[in-house]
Nanobody
Framework: QLQLVESGGGLVQPGGSLRLSCAAS????????MGWYRQAPKKQRELVAA???????NIADSVKGRFTISRDNGKNTVYLQMNSLKPEDTAVYYC?????????WGQGTQVTVSS
């Protein structure tokens, strides 16, 4: 019914930038929240950023000032612009869509920050 396809991950050097994209397709209502979570090895999945249908954002303290979340409702797509990347940002990044009482997840995309 609903599919999330992520892209944009890869290997970058510290201080570099990446832009993640997540496109949703299927049965989607107009009111929904989309966000990004990440999970490093042996660590719990944590919220990175989220954005509501009205444009309100919630950004984790660890990435404030470096990451920006945005969305294109016409394309049902959410973006995560990641600047000034640090090795601590290395993780699998998962796109999430929250609609009604359900959460939908993308397949995850690997982001590795290393010199």
């Amino acid at each position: 019914q609903l599919q999330l396809v992520e892209s944009g991950g890869g290997l970058v050097q510290p201080g570099g930038s990446l832009r993640l994209s997540c496109a949703a397709s299927g049965s989607i209502l107009r009111i929904y929240t989309m966000g990004w979570y990440r999970q490093a090895p042996k660590k719990q999945r944590e919220l990175v950023a989220a954005i509501t249908s009205g444009g309100s954002t919630n950004i984790a303290d660890s990435v404030k000032g470096r990451f920006t979340i945005s969305r294109d409702n016409g394309k049902n797509t959410v973006y995560l612009q990641m600047n000034s990347l640090k090795p601590e940002d290395t993780a699998v990044y998962y796109c999430q869509l929250r609609m009604r009482e359900y959460d939908y997840w993308g397949q995850g995309t690997q982001v590795t920050v290393s010199s």
